[in-house]
């Protein structure tokens, strides 16, 4: 920062003054550009969880910070860029859970509680593949689940490689497959997911 050259007739106390309005003008802006994410991790019962280890990932710059609940199952995680993350809570004998939240506002305090459901410590994590568009489980039995949404059209499909998940042996999981309606000659079942509420879901198979 080049700094003024003040005639002598200035006094030393006024460039103090100009100095201290620019230091707080700098943490003002610093203030505004961030928020924090806290929140409570449960289990099944309701009861709070300590020791969950927390993980937010800034889903346009890949930034990453850390955190683990206290013995309250409370956690915070501060000074975080605006923006949108990506929230993962694990902990052993838990099945890891993965949500994403909408976009954070300058000084926001957005609370995400999360509820741990109990699963096999070496059971598969299964997250929604929304950013890498096409997740494989299994290995002689595959799983392809593919997140269509991002997909803007049937040339996109195709270019992406996303027609090998037809070729191999396997089973086939399409988010958004509204998107692309397809015609194929194996069996197909769909299911609708509506959400009713906070805490409520409708699912319809046919």
């Known amino acids: 920062m080049n700094l003024p050259i003040f005639p002598r007739s200035v006094s030393i106390a006024?460039?103090?003054v100009f100095c201290a309005a620019l230091l707080g003008a700098n943490y003002a802006v610093a203030q505004q550009a961030?928020?924090?994410?806290?929140?409570?991790?449960?289990?099944?019962q309701s009861l709070v969880v300590a020791g969950v280890k927390i993980?937010?990932?800034?889903?346009a710059t890949n930034l990453t910070a850390q955190t683990v609940t206290d013995k309250a199952g409370?956690?915070?995680i501060l000074n975080l860029p605006i923006g949108t993350y990506q929230i993962v809570a694990?902990?052993?004998?838990?099945?890891p859970v993965d949500v994403t939240?909408?976009?954070l506002e300058i000084n926001q305090s957005l609370r995400v509680d999360l509820k741990l459901e109990v699963g096999a410590a070496n059971e598969e994590d299964v997250t929604s593949p929304t950013f890498t568009l096409v997740h494989v489980y299994g290995k002689e039995k595959r799983v392809f689940h593919a997140d269509l949404y991002r997909i803007e059209s049937f040339h996109d499909f195709e270019t992406l490689g996303m027609e090998d998940m037809f070729t191999q042996p396997g089973i086939a999981i399409l988010e958004w497959s509204?998107?692309?309606p397809l015609i194929a000659p194996w069996p197909?079942?769909?299911?609708?997911l509506e959400h009713l509420g906070r805490d409520q879901r409708r699912i319809t198979i046919g």
Do not use: L
């Open 14 to 16: 006024a460039y103090v």
């Open 34 to 44: 961030t928020a924090k994410i806290v929140g409570t991790i449960t289990d099944q």
């Open 55 to 59: 993980t937010v990932t800034n889903t």
């Open 74 to 76: 409370f956690y915070e």
């Open 90 to 95: 694990r902990h052993e004998g838990f099945r």
């Open 101 to 103: 939240t909408a976009p």
């Open 178 to 180: 509204e998107r692309f």
């Open 188 to 192: 197909q079942v769909r299911i609708r």
